[in-house]
């Protein structure tokens, strides 16, 4: 259990991070390990905003060899071309890195993009793609590329026999990386922050931004579980990685308010089903009827599919699925593969979440890490950071650590980093050894917490319904959870997976107690 905010009070650090998910994870790693005393603060939990409601897979760069881009334009953008060649370059680099590191924490699967009679990207086109982001590969994690006619991959794959095959010509192959657990990444770099120093804190939010007359801050602070009761910390340089909440924490200084907009939220959905076995841990990538990505995810032996990619302006908790945007992401998984005829009721489960996409990205769709100097808008000393997806993490925690190093004297003692997964105790996800390692080492303060974020459990299919109660029990002792919270605690996992996820296995335990009534 935390220790009380009044802990805190008055506490000086060099660097405050605001934001607890993979990027301000990482951010407070490398600024620890470097011997800066830091302290992170997220307003919930540890990676449970936009960190949790991502596509999932460690992805190879493709994008910026997408073969929509028309060729011509590296004639007249050739800082583009250059833009494109780097970020592809670091996208394979930190698929090999994270996929050397933490194996536990991905999984490979064999992935397809369809190549159609007709199409807007013929074979020639996708095969320039995928060899120019090979050259950039790396033995231990290999692309493996190849493509195959249409017939003998629809003779390998399950996937492709679902193909609309009266189009398809031929089917490029290749392998991706998934992270099984992309909340854990998030767990275990926080974590490692906190042995090397870093004081971590969730369900603190940072209500207000002092300038102070010297230089540097002052960050009040109100813990979620007693409203109105704050206390104040200081520190010579402010880390701003809140995400879609970004724009949002900065209106929150004293100061100068920055006018300047540094993100925009893009909002995806998707929706997990149920295919054929024959389907079972591959996937494919593809381009929608509107031009945007679509994909087909593998997830144990379900499959997702998505995403939606419109602006969200509004507050990114409160993002949910609309009907509209399931009929679509249906439609779309029928146009790819038109003989399943699947419906709405076949959805498992859906999410949506909100991305940080940085405004001043160009409209050639080169996305990037960017790490705004707030001194140019009246907040010195103060970092801000958008448009980072988890599989650059890394990069970016040591990017951001690179440019606090620039702005203030450490304080602290210096301590080797490690990228190493965590060790779990016991035999599964709900083991009594595992769950009570979580609740007694790894800040849990709510069932959700534990079964979404400490154990894989929340994300399988039944999303964990049916043990909530068990596991609230298993560690009720050490969180000091009576029969009565015990209760409320399992009644408000009910309510977040019906509230975020609208899980069929919930409609069904329903639809069960209106019959027997």
């Not at 307003?43 to 460690?58: E, V, Y």
């Amino acid at each position: 259990m935390r220790g009380p905010l009044s802990e805190l009070d008055g506490r000086s650090f060099d660097v405050v991070v605001i934001g607890g998910g993979v990027v301000g994870a990482s951010a407070a790693q490398h600024i620890a390990a470097g011997g800066r005393t830091t302290l992170l603060v997220d307003q919930g939990d540890f990676g449970s905003g936009t960190s949790s409601r991502s596509s999932r897979l460690l992805y190879s760069g493709l994008a910026y060899f997408s073969p929509d881009y028309a060729l011509w334009r590296f004639a007249y953008r050739p800082k583009d071309l250059l833009q494109r060649v780097r970020m592809a370059r670091l996208s394979m680099q930190c698929r090999t890195e994270l996929a050397s590191t933490m194996p536990e924490r991905v999984s490979r699967h064999t992935f397809f993009f369809p190549v159609f009679e007709g199409g807007d990207y013929p074979g020639w086109k996708v095969d320039l793609g995928y060899r120019a982001l090979g050259l950039f590969g790396s033995s231990k994690v290999p692309l493996s590329y190849r493509r195959l006619p249409a017939a003998k991959a629809a003779e390998q794959f399950g996937l492709v026999g679902l193909m609309d095959r009266s189009r398809l010509t031929s089917v490029a192959v290749f392998d991706e990386y998934q992270y099984q657990w992309a909340e854990r990444i998030c767990l275990d770099t926080m974590l490692d922050a906190e042995r090397c120093g870093a004081t971590i804190r969730n369900y603190t939010t940072a209500t207000r931004l002092d300038p102070l007359p010297g230089g540097g801050w002052r960050v009040t602070l109100e813990d979620a579980a007693s409203p109105g009761a704050t206390v104040t910390v200081e520190a010579g340089t402010l880390v701003n990685t809140a995400g879609p909440w970004a724009d949002r924490l900065l209106r929150k200084t004293s100061g100068p308010v920055p006018q300047k907009k540094h993100l925009v939220g893009i909002k995806g959905v998707n929706l997990l089903v149920k295919l054929p076995d024959s389907c079972r841990g591959t996937g494919f990538e593809m381009i929608s009827s509107i031009g945007q990505p679509f994909y087909c995810m593998p997830w144990g032996d379900h499959h997702f599919f998505g995403p939606t990619e419109t602006i969200f302006e509004d507050e990114p908790g409160a993002v949910r699925v609309l009907p509209e945007e399931a009929d679509f992401i249906i439609a779309e998984a029928n146009r790819a593969l038109p003989s399943l005829n699947l419906t709405t009721s076949d959805i498992v489960y859906r999410w949506a979440g909100v991305r940080p996409r940085t405004t001043s990205e160009t409209a050639s769709g080169v996305k990037s890490l960017t790490i705004h100097d707030m001194a140019a808008e009246g907040m010195p000393g103060a970092l801000t950071v958008t448009g980072c997806p988890i599989m650059t993490h890394r990069h970016a925690g040591r990017m951001i650590a690179a440019r606090v190093a620039q702005m203030g004297k450490a304080t602290g003692t210096p301590a080797p980093l490690s990228y190493a997964a965590k060790p779990m105790p016991g035999d599964g996800p709900l083991s009594p050894e595992r769950l009570r390692q979580a609740a007694e080492h790894e800040h849990v303060e709510t069932l959700v917490d534990l079964l979404f974020r400490r154990v894989p459990v929340g994300w399988a299919p039944e999303m964990g319904l049916g043990d909530a109660r068990q596991a609230a029990e298993t560690v009720a002792d050490l969180l000091g959870w009576d029969e009565a919270r015990i209760g409320h605690e399992v009644d408000a996992y009910r309510r977040f997976t019906a509230e975020n996820f609208a899980p069929r296995a919930l409609q069904a335990q329903a639809g069960s107690a209106e019959a027997v009534a």
